[in-house]
Nanobody, 123 residues
Framework: VQLQESGPGLVKPSQTLSLTCTVS??????????WSWIRQPPGKGLEWVGA???????YYTPSLKSRASLRRDMSNNQFTLQMKNLKPEDTAVYYC????????????????WGQGTQVTVSS
């Protein structure tokens, strides 16, 4: 499974971020696969943001649940992250990742990773 992130590099505060992860080498509807977004702010560790399962169930880290939304685009074998009301502290490298087996809430549990995309929130 290969993953590739795409999206804007610079977003203004209070705007909405939209990131897309394009998946190849596997289908996002394949049984028991979980598709996730993970971020790493500068100088900090990895933070799991949320995930969407092979059958479309979503789950989020509690601190971001009110602002984050994951969706699937099955026709293009992609999944997306939208995050509204962006703040400077949302500045980070954003990774899409995948795992097989069961849902997981920690970055370390994901076995397939994209290369990451830098998102900077600044006016």
């Amino acid at each position: 499974v290969q993953l590739q992130e795409s999206g804007p590099g610079l977003v203004k505060p209070s705007q909405t971020l939209s990131l897309t992860c394009t998946v190849s080498g596997g289908s996002i509807t394949s049984n028991d696969y979980y598709w996730s977004w993970i971020r790493q702010p500068p100088g900090k560790g990895l933070e799991w943001v949320g995930a969407i399962s092979y059958n479309g169930i979503t789950y989020y880290t509690p601190s971001l649940k009110s602002r984050a939304s994951l969706r699937r685009d099955m026709s293009n074998n992609q999944f997306t992250l939208q995050m509204k009301n962006l703040k400077p502290e949302d500045t980070a490298v954003y990774y899409c990742a995948a795992r097989y087996g069961s849902r997981a809430y920690s970055a370390g549990d994901y076995e397939y990773w994209g290369q990451g995309t830098q998102v900077t929130v600044s006016s």
